[in-house]
């Protein structure tokens, strides 16, 4: 069984290779980091670590890469015979992959009738659906239709920290023990790929909303604040007591609306973010504030893990979320230079104003009482910074 899987970075080589590895795939990465795909090819193999006391080892073998820059026909005859396509290359990228993903399906409805699945597994709402819109608009009506019936792009939550690390060791990556893989099997065609570690489910916004909006917003709480506080990791963050308060503050609302939204217990879920705090506590793992922070541009648009809970807290309790309004403050404030996200948007800041660079991103109406609760926030933020 053959899986493509673009981008062999962080989640891609240790989260989503080694599941397929264990599934017994052949891994064909495609990536465009030829140093990573060069080694990939002459070692066909590599080290996953796990981040715990046990610091157990698994050696994924049986895999090869592509450089999409240099060899993009291999990368569409690999296509046309796979049994699995997979992704995890970041959400801004998808645009850029769904070319050679069309070309790949073009090539293999003229040869191949196996049913195929293309799943993004990337930090996003709807990211299968969003990459097959991709590939679509690059492809012709009547290929759309032959495609239909063939080629399946079920919706996935993924969820395990990787973080940016540098190993003698280039292709080794650590990696936390927990994962969880969950995929929209409504969206399947043909057989449901078995990989042991995947859930399949019914109904996935659950399941991602839960991830995104407390993993993920947890996290990004954690990253702008630390990064505002001038604190280097994840953990160094959690060791602060009251930097732990507002990561848990805003955890506390986010899952006041997953509760009323979804009917979740109430106890069960509080457990839920107990065991994410937990995570984020990871002694063995060192997590950089601004990979956890990257791309804030993206991190405040309307769908996504701090603008979209934000906006449903509002609707569905009715309240304020000072904490969330808070965090997207924290958020406006990032500058780190070297994330060009962060450069744009204090740029637009400093051109346009902070109201009207909400507007711009966010998405946020003049009507949301929001916009005046991010502006109250980010005055005391900035206060703060000039005392
Ligand atoms: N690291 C994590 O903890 C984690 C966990 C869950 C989900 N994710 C999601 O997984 C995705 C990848 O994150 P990551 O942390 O592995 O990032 P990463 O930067 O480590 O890996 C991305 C890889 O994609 C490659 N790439 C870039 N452009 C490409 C292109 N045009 N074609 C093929 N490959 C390309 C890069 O060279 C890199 O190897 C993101 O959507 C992220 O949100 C990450
Ligand atoms: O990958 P991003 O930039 O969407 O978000 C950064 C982190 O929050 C993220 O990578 C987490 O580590 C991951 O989602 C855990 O499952």
Known sequence: MLAVHFGAG??????????LYQAGFQTCFVDV??????????????????????????????????????????????????????????????PFISGLIAEGLRKRVQSNDKPLNIIACENMIGGSTFLKEKVYEKVSEEERKLFDPCFGFPDAAVDRIVPNQTNEDKLMVRVEPFYEWAVDQTKIIGEKPRVTGITFVDDLKPY???????????????????????????NEVMEKHEMKTLVEKTLQETGLLLVQKYNFD???????????????????????VIRVGRSPIRKLSPNDRLISPARQYVEVVKEQPIYLAKAIAAAFIYDYQGDEEAVELQNK????????????????????ALVDLIIHQFILLREFILD
């Open 10 to 19: 962080n989640i891609g080589r240790g989260f989503i290779g080694s599941l």
């Open 33 to 94: 980091n030829s140093e990573i795909v060069n080694l990939l090819n002459e070692k066909q193999e590599y080290r996953v670590i796990l981040a715990d006391t046990s610091q157990e080892e698994l050696l994924v073998k049986n895999v090869r890469a592509i450089n999409s820059q240099s060899e993009p026909n291999k990368v569409v005859d690999a296509i046309a015979q796979a049994d699995l396509v997979t992704t995890a290359v970041g959400p801004n990228i998808l």
């Open 208 to 234: 991602i909303e839960r991830k995104l909006y407390t993993v993920n917003t947890g996290h990004a709480v954690a990253a702008y604040l630390g990064y505002y506080a001038g604190i280097k990791t994840i």
């Open 266 to 288: 109430m106890d069960t879920h509080k457990e839920y973010i107990v065991k994410i705090l937990s995570r984020f506590s990871n002694p063995y793992i060192s997590d950089e």
């Open 349 to 368: 800041i400093k051109s346009q104003g902070l109201e009207a660079t909400i507007y711009e991103y966010t998405q946020l109406t003049k009507e949301s």
